[in-house]
């Protein structure tokens, strides 16, 4: 006898939701590989963030959303592949499928070897735009999990003031609850302008929103 678990029904209803969600039939149309392009594409439109010739640095970037948008951004004729005006490098702790001209790292950057090679790849110049997506897994202890998030935002920011020119810009994660208060504070106390960002792509039931700093201070 076979008994029906609350987290199969879980599943099965996620998996309804999002087989029909128009963002990912969009993504699905257009060539991303998720529906979190549109996420940054939205932040980026509001904020003219990412322009030709920049470097950009996307931390956390797997499964590749986020660097196929950039890619197009950075592309003369906002194609996915051809010709490509910047520089963008990616990285992520776990295995990425190409896209055409971006440099991708396998590693976390914590470490110094894999901070090397992110180091190495932006030969000395430093990134216009750092756009962060970086999740951690989750246990469900709310106070566990908002450690985590904390920690992976608290390492983008230091990246940045380590690697980002005076004018550019950082994009990063975060989620609703506790320490997003602190978020915000660490985000005012680095950046010149700070503006927290709800995209519409974003589920209207999940705590995520987009932390933007701009500026250096």
């Known amino acids: 006898?076979?008994?029906?678990?609350?987290?199969?029904?879980?599943?099965?209803a996620w998996i309804n939701e999002h087989v029909n969600d128009p963002w990912v039939k969009l993504a699905a149309r257009e060539g991303?590989?998720?529906?979190?392009?549109?996420?940054?594409?939205?932040?980026?439109?509001?904020?003219?963030?990412?322009?030709?010739?920049?470097?950009?640095?996307d931390l956390g970037s797997t499964p590749g959303a986020w660097s196929q948008y950039v890619r197009r951004r950075l592309s003369p004729a906002g194609a996915a592949v051809g010709e490509l005006?910047?520089?963008?490098?990616?990285?992520?702790?776990?295995p990425m499928e190409p896209v055409e001209g971006v440099h991708f790292i396998l590693g976390d950057f914590r470490e110094e070897t894999v901070l090397a090679q992110l180091e190495e790849a932006m030969a000395g110049r430093p990134a216009d735009v750092v756009v962060s997506d970086m999740a951690p897994n989750l246990s469900g202890v709310a106070s566990a999990d908002s450690a985590r998030v904390a920690h992976l935002i608290e390492l983008a920011v230091d990246f940045s003031k380590n690697h980002l020119k005076p004018e550019g810009a950082l994009v990063a994660k975060v989620f609703h609850g506790a320490g997003y208060?602190?978020?915000?504070?660490?985000?005012?106390?680095?950046f010149r302008v700070f503006?927290?960002?709800?995209?519409?792509?974003?589920?209207?039931?999940?705590?995520?929103?987009?932390?933007?700093?701009?500026?250096?201070?």
């Open 195 to 217: 503006k927290p960002f709800k995209p519409k792509a974003s589920r209207d039931k999940s705590s995520e929103t987009f932390l933007v700093g701009i500026g250096l201070k």
């Open 32 to 57: 991303f590989r998720a529906r979190a392009a549109y996420k940054l594409k939205e932040i980026d439109e509001s904020l003219g963030l990412i322009k030709p010739g920049h470097v950009v640095v």
């Open 1 to 12: 006898m076979k008994i029906k678990t609350k987290s199969k029904k879980i599943n099965k």
């Open 181 to 190: 208060n602190e978020l915000v504070a660490l985000f005012k106390a680095n």
């Open 85 to 94: 005006h910047g520089t963008i490098i990616a990285l992520d702790i776990l």
